[in-house]
């Protein structure tokens, strides 16, 4: 075989192989459609106050939503009471910054006490193409101080509209769950309009000391065209443990220390009035250094609300 036929036959298998990979390489998915799906970044306070004792478009104070989503909620009214002897009390959550984690370094917390809730946030995302088939799918966790059934569940507008109670809205799977794991919900639709609505909803049944939901890493992508349904698959649980650098997760209910942290048997606790770390070491067995450690606190400064890994002994 001469030199030149050499060279030849070489650059054709080159190019048969690149051929080949290039088949074999599987389809990249669809782009996340969400502003800031994370979580992360600037919190902002949501407006506005709607009652008399303040000044027009005052912020809330308590309504603290991350960069790209709108927090929503019922307000109490005479269908649903603040305060009754006979029935359960709703109040507006209270929504803020968390570092309880599915990923990254923050996720939308809201929560009430003694009391209950309907409420959520949303985000509307533009240009989508009409006959687009949607998938969402969204991270939550909640957490009660004694065991209470939740309703839990995320939707789509595929209209583009901001009513959580609209009968356009497409709903998933509803999962209630409030052991304090990290569960996957998902939902499908077609969409409508060039712009469509994402939604996560949630309410306890009981008025506990304490309510709480978290949202984090949630995702919306074009699945293709086509009739669209609702649709989920079964949950999948995540199991808090503690970590050095915050909270971390574990799927198939494995408890999985952070790098540098030899704590083990993790129990997640919201802060209630009156406590202090010194209270909550000697109410579980932990010294405070250890729990300042596993939640990476500089100071002994906690808020109500709050929540804390308490490591095991």
């Known amino acids: 075989m001469s030199k030149a036929t050499t060279i030849l036959f070489t650059v054709a298998l080159m190019l048969a192989l690149v051929g080949a990979s290039a088949q074999a390489a599987p389809a990249e998915q669809s782009a996340n459609l969400l502003v800031n799906p994370g979580f992360e970044g600037l919190y902002s306070k949501q407006c506005c106050e709607n009652t008399n004792q303040f000044q027009a478009n005052t912020p809330i104070q308590q309504v603290q939503v991350a960069f790209g989503w709108t927090a929503w909620w019922i307000e109490p009214d005479a269908s649903h009471p603040n305060q009754c002897a006979t029935c359960t009390p709703y109040s507006r959550p209270e929504f803020r910054y968390s570092t309880l984690i599915h990923s990254g370094s923050s996720?939308?917390?809201?929560?009430?006490?003694?009391?209950?809730?309907?409420?959520?946030?949303?985000?509307r995302v533009s240009g989508v193409k009409p006959g687009q088939k949607l998938q969402?799918?969204?991270?939550?966790?909640?957490?009660?101080?004694?065991?209470?059934?939740?309703?839990?569940?995320?939707?789509?507008?595929?209209?583009?509209?901001t009513n959580p109670y609209s009968?356009?809205?497409?709903?998933?799977?509803?999962?209630?769950?409030?052991?304090?794991?990290?569960?996957?919900?998902?939902?499908?639709?077609?969409?409508?309009?060039?712009t469509v609505t994402v939604f996560t909803y949630s309410r306890p049944s009981w008025a506990y000391e304490s309510n709480s939901?978290?949202?984090?890493?949630?995702?919306?992508?074009?699945?293709?065209?086509?009739?669209?349904?609702?649709?989920?698959?079964?949950?999948?649980?995540?199991?808090?443990?503690?970590?050095?650098?915050?909270?971390?997760?574990?799927?198939s209910g494995t408890a999985m220390p952070a790098a540098g942290t030899t704590a083990t048997g993790a129990t997640p606790y919201i802060v209630q009035r009156g406590d202090n770390l010194y209270r909550i070491s000697l109410r579980?067995?932990?010294?405070?250094?250890?729990?300042?450690?596993?939640?990476?606190?500089?100071?002994?400064?906690?808020?109500?609300?709050?929540?804390?890994?308490?490591?095991?002994?």
């Open 284 to 313: 579980f067995g932990a010294t405070v250094a250890a729990i300042k450690a596993a939640n990476g606190l500089t100071s002994d400064i906690i808020r109500i609300g709050q929540v804390l890994i308490i490591p095991g002994k």
């Open 167 to 194: 009968s356009g809205v497409v709903w998933g799977p509803s999962y209630g769950f409030s052991n304090g794991a990290w569960v996957l919900y998902t939902a499908e639709a077609v969409a409508q309009n060039s």
């Open 136 to 161: 969402l799918s969204v991270y939550l966790l909640a957490f009660s101080s004694k065991d209470n059934p939740w309703q839990i569940r995320v939707g789509i507008d595929p209209t583009g509209g």
């Open 107 to 123: 996720s939308q917390q809201y929560f009430t006490t003694y009391s209950i809730h309907e409420a959520g946030l949303y985000q």
């Open 213 to 251: 939901m978290y949202v984090d890493d949630a995702r919306l992508v074009v699945m293709g065209e086509g009739a669209g349904t609702v649709s989920g698959p079964a949950p999948t649980a995540y199991v808090l443990s503690s970590g050095n650098s915050g909270v971390v997760v574990s799927p």
